[in-house]
């Protein structure tokens, strides 16, 4: 099986805050209008002005998947690292561990939720909430550099206190 490596471009500068990415993920998931059950996170950054889509970047070599007690954190077909909730026993090790603070704790069960990609569709649906600014974009397999991406959402988020 050839691994996809799809996965979310970011780009802080076109983010207004609107937080519809959130909510688009709680829908497809979750279905409830609810961002707390959102893959994605939004963190503002008061003194710049900026907002931050959060999303797990499905990291190389995935210390979520490393530090996991119960090794329920797993890679699938599309490159994305998800909880396999059948094991996960919510000690949040994932969450510590993680360079963006990307795993969001589900409050129904208290367990770890990352973003797959909608695996099941063509298109994400929080990319299809941002079609207007495009603050989230879909890189297929090989569009766009991850260290690329990885090096300019460190650029933005580093020194930034969250308000």
Not at 27 to 42: A, E, G, L, Q
């Amino acid at each position: 099986m050839k691994l996809r490596r799809d996965h979310l471009s970011i780009d802080p500068e076109k983010c207004t805050g609107c937080r519809r990415c959130m909510i688009a993920c709680a829908m497809k998931h979750h279905n409830r209008i609810d961002p707390d059950f959102s893959c994605v996170d939004v963190i503002g950054f008061a003194a710049q002005d900026l907002d931050v889509p959060v999303i797990c970047l499905a990291c190389e070599t995935a210390p979520c998947i490393k530090v996991c007690p119960m090794n329920a954190r797993i890679r699938q077909a599309s490159g994305s690292v998800v909880t396999d909730t059948d094991v996960c026993i919510g000690c949040r090790a994932c969450v510590y561990i993680c360079p963006v603070g990307s795993p969001r704790i589900n409050p129904a069960t208290g367990q770890t939720m990352t973003c797959d990609l909608c695996a099941d569709e063509t298109e994400p649906w929080c990319v299809a909430a941002c079609r207007q600014e495009r603050a989230l974009t879909l890189c297929t397999d090989g569009a766009a550099s991850k260290p690329a991406a990885r090096r300019a959402a460190a650029r933005t988020l580093a020194g930034s206190p969250r308000y």
